[in-house]
């Protein structure tokens, strides 16, 4: 839109829509919402190219708001702000190949407070059906079995290390069948070799008897893990393209077992490790989780598919500061819905303008898109200065690409 703001009131002001007709669009009017967002995922999925594995990303996001009336908000983390605030907060999903990704699905997390307060979920009109409480884990196995359902295709799942620290949720998606390469914390604990779970014998004729499971052998995080690795541990690998050059790093594969205290379980993983040069002296790790193996699959495909988390974290901010999707006026649980769909829908329109340009202009942008669909409905600028305003980013951008690929 011609504003950066992208609320109702703006949007009228700029096209002259009638505001009350487009508030009934959005609040009250009986359009499906998830039928949208169901149709949106099966279109993202039919066009995405196949020329890499597909991954199915889950991620959180969340925006700051005023009051408390909006649905679902309240004093929650909130990663766009990175502190506790007044904020409402969706677990958002996304599908991704190579470097082409857009949304797919939704849903809004409720607070528990909000599930045990009908008189205020009644106000937010929020449907019976959907008062439960659930935790962001639960909504994301919602999402993955939603789209399963709905029959999207993709290779791997993917997520942070909020989701992949609970070891439940890597093994959720085992038993669906499908590979997955989630994020961990440094702190997360392995074991190197396999441990038997029994529970210890009395020591003594005092005390209680023990009754709690206790490993064989002894477990140790993963960050303690990396001190103990040497120079010939490692392997460089080259991921995938970035505006700065090749996402080049430093790969380190082991099998490795966790403890499933949820089932009392001992389950293998391939701990994937990464380090990549930031800046002259900052050195990032980024640890992960995957049922993959290296029989099936090269260090290169594992390294790829850590790495392809970026474009669900991408998505949503263009979701957010190109399209908007945080800047909602709106406060009930149909009109957020309405919004969400809508979102996705012009998401996937850009990530179709994207894919049929790519031969042409393959550095094209969501901003761009946008760029030119306003001077297509407004006019203020000459097609001769939109197009030279576009051709001078690209320009720009290339520049700075063949800089960093020069330096590697």
């Keep these: 839109m011609q504003s950066q703001l992208r609320n109702i009131e703006q949007i009228s002001e700029d096209t002259g829509a009638d505001y009350h007709q487009m508030q009934h669009f959005i609040t009250e009017s009986n359009w499906e919402a998830r039928e949208v967002i169901n149709q949106v995922a099966v279109e993202v999925s039919a066009v995405l190219p196949k020329r890499k594995l597909t991954g199915f990303f889950i991620d959180e996001s969340g925006w700051e708001k005023k009051g408390n009336k909006s649905v679902g908000v309240g004093r929650q983390y ?15 999903a996304c599908l991704s190949n190579g470097d082409f990704a857009s949304m797919v699905d939704a849903r809004l997390y409720l607070p528990k407070d909000w599930c045990d307060d009908p008189a ?36 791997f799942i993917g997520a942070d290390g909020y989701y992949g620290n609970d070891v439940n949720f890597a093994s959720k998606i085992e038993k669906l069948g499908y590979l997955y390469m989630v994020d961990i914390h440094s702190d997360q604990n392995i074991y190197m070799e396999r441990p038997e779970l029994i ?42 393209n970035t505006a700065k050059g090749k996402l080049i790093g430093k790969y380190h594969f082991a099998k490795v077992f966790v403890w499933n205290k949820s089932t009392n379980q001992i ?7 990464r380090k990549i040069r930031s800046g002259k002296k900052r050195v990032e ?14 260090p290169e495909a594992l390294a790829y598919m850590q790495a392809q988390r970026f474009f669900v974290e991408h998505s949503i901010k263009e979701s957010k500061h190109i399209l908007g999707i945080d800047q909602f006026q709106t406060r009930k649980w149909l009109a957020w819905q309405h919004q969400v769909a809508l979102n996705f829908m012009v998401s996937s329109f850009i990530l179709k303008e994207k ?13 761009d898109i946008k760029e030119m669909l306003v001077y297509q409905l407004y006019k203020q600028m000459t097609e001769e200065e939109v197009i030279d305003k576009i051709f001078n980013r690209h320009l720009k951008r290339q520049r700075d690409i063949n800089y960093s690929f020069s330096k590697t």
Aim: aromatic share 8%.
């Design 78 to 92: 909130c990663g766009n702000v990175g502190k506790i605030s007044n904020s409402q907060v969706a677990v958002f």
């Design 120 to 155: 205020r979920c009644d106000e937010a009109g929020i449907p019976k059906e959907d008062r439960e409480f659930k935790t962001k884990l639960e909504l994301a196995v919602d999402i993955i079995h939603q789209q399963v359902e709905n029959g999207i295709s993709f290779d």
């Design 199 to 240: 529970v210890p014998e009395r020591k003594s004729n005092r005390g209680r008897m023990p009754s709690k499971l206790k490993a064989t052998t002894e477990d140790i995080s993963v960050s303690e893990y990396l001190k103990t690795l040497q120079t010939n541990d490692w392997q460089t690998l080259k991921v995938r």
């Design 267 to 273: 389950e293998p993983r391939m701990l994937v490790i």
């Design 285 to 298: 790790i980024k640890y992960s989780f995957t049922n993959a193996n290296l029989e099936q699959y090269t």
């Design 355 to 367: 894919i049929r340009s790519f031969d042409d202009l393959p550095l094209l942008s969501a901003r």
